[in-house]
């Protein structure tokens, strides 16, 4: 009779063969170090509990142990369990059959929704000058971990089981108050969805507000989440031009075919940064109502205005289920928060709370009654006012140093707002090489080429500025006119 014994999987006992038990136990466990199924340091049982799981006695499983240590395969101290030797080396022929690999793929609808858009050359990893990387050094941690412990402490709602997948209501409240005073955007909160990201408003949005080959329209040059999500879901995309002024619908070229879904970032355009004026937004307004069509407002870095009067946001200029307005805490506050929203018509609150059920989209609980609380003592507000003045003076360095060193080689303007600029080539660079030999040098740069989907692409480079210290700033800015002096990174695409 054979068995299974501990460890599950590892070994077994054949009671009526002609090897002994012991030798049995030896050659289960050799093979199980020399295959890789139980690694190095591994803690095995004490001699008096695998007896007693394999029923077998004590002396028998000494025996087997004894032969494991001669070969050094375990090593055993007095007063410690046994374990398998740090080190031990897997070599040699072990005579165990490893089956092959099961192989499974990637459907259709899994590639699409793995394809990187965003390119190689995009920033993938930590480095200074980071496009959207906000000042962790100004982070007010001290209040934070006041706020987070309160909620952790305090915190015994029902909130914690399987309810309000779409947002705890003392963050909702505080959201609509906010909202309100500072965007002009009036709502109640029931209207508020709270996500993990914007990319996942967008994606929730995009699939449950369209149908696959249905039209959507983004910026050209655009944001590349936008431009995955829309993927994700299947939709026909089209470039919607944008100038100084922003996204302009005007000049859209009439197809016959009505949009489903129109994204735009009016605040700071992303990745250009220049601010939609109130006409151009009125005229987006006519000129999507007809066709129906829903409009994602991405409230981009509207927290960060260093100049001039704040332009009302569109969801209040806008007829009431025209526009879904979202907005995120991973510039204001810090990503790794998981923290975004968007404000929804009200007929679709129902469906989408479920679709978030569905779905598991729901973000931190005590996370989300730490912010509410970080928003009603004040700490919020005081802290973007802040970042915004230190992040106005590292913008302005930033684009001063840019036009020092690199003179007339450059096109970049300095920022009213945001948290990075959009530098563009005067000459014929390649910024997918570029971006990727300064972030081998440790600045985390993306090149600007990548946000087009259209032919004629514009070659830069996106700068973060607001993590970045004036040292940081200088040494960037050198390393970039360094490699484009030594021309490696020119070309004549």
């Not at 289960?28 to 020399?34: E, I, L, N, S, Y």
Request: hydrophobic share 40%; glycine share 8%; with cysteine.
């Amino acid at each position: 009779m054979t068995e299974p014994v501990f460890p599950e999987g590892i070994l077994t006992l054949e009671r009526s063969g002609r090897v002994p038990l012991a030798e049995q136990i030896y050659r289960g466990f050799r093979d199980a170090v020399r295959s890789g199924l139980l690694v190095s340091g591994t803690r095995l049982p004490s001699t008096r509990r695998l007896a007693s799981t394999l029923d077998v006695a004590r002396n028998t499983v000494n025996a087997a142990y004894d032969l494991l240590q001669a070969e050094g395969i375990i090593s055993v101290k007095a007063g410690a369990a046994p374990r398998i030797t740090e080190g031990f080396p897997l070599e040699g022929n072990t005579g165990i059959r490893v089956a092959p690999a099961f192989k499974s793929n990637l459907s259709g609808r899994g590639l699409a929704m793995s394809t990187n858009v965003r390119g190689e050359a995009w920033a993938s990893r930590d480095g200074a000058l980071q496009p959207g990387a906000p000042a962790l050094d100004c982070f007010p941690y001290e209040e934070w971990a006041r706020c987070l412990r309160r909620a952790a402490r305090m915190e015994r709602s029902p909130d914690l089981q399987y309810r309000n997948y779409s947002g705890v209501p003392v963050l909702k409240e505080q959201l609509s108050r906010h909202l309100a005073a500072e965007r002009g955007v009036r709502t109640e909160p029931a209207q508020i969805l709270i996500t993990s990201s914007m990319q996942a408003s967008l994606s929730l949005l995009s699939m449950a507000l369209s149908d696959p080959g249905d039209e959507a329209w983004l910026e050209e040059p655009g944001y590349l989440g936008a431009r995955t999500a829309f993927q994700v879901a299947g939709l026909s995309i089209r470039q919607l031009p944008v100038d100084d002024q922003g996204a302009d619908a005007e000049r859209m070229p009439a197809t016959g075919v009505s949009p489903k879904l129109i994204y735009v970032t009016p605040s700071h355009q992303y990745p250009l940064g220049v601010r939609m004026p109130l006409g151009r937004r009125l005229s987006l307004l006519e000129a999507t109502r007809s066709a129906g069509a829903v409009i994602l407002e991405d409230d981009y870095d509207s927290e960060f205005l260093f100049s001039g009067r704040p332009v009302a946001a569109l969801y209040g200029l806008a007829e009431e289920g025209q526009v879904v307005y979202l907005g995120t805490f991973s510039k204001s506050l810090m990503p790794g928060l998981r923290l975004s929203y968007c404000v929804v018509p009200p007929q679709l609150v129902e469906p989408l709370q479920q679709l978030m059920r569905n779905m598991g989209c729901a973000a931190s609980v005590q996370i989300q009654v730490a912010l509410a609380q970080f928003m009603d003592s004040g700490a919020y507000k005081k802290h973007l006012k802040h970042i915004r003045k230190i992040y106005a003076e590292r913008g302005a360095l930033l684009v001063r140093t840019l036009n020092e060193r690199l003179g007339n080689r450059v096109e970049v303007e300095a920022p009213s707002g945001n948290v990075q600029v959009a530098m563009m080539f005067r000459e014929q660079v390649d910024d997918n090489a570029l971006a990727t030999a300064m972030q081998e040098r440790g600045f985390a740069v993306s090149p600007l080429g990548n946000c087009y989907q259209g032919k004629e692409r514009k070659s830069g480079l996106i700068i973060g500025f607001a993590d970045a210290s004036a040292r940081q700033i200088t040494q960037g800015v050198d390393t970039l006119g360094t490699l484009l002096d030594s021309q490696a990174t020119v070309s004549t695409f």
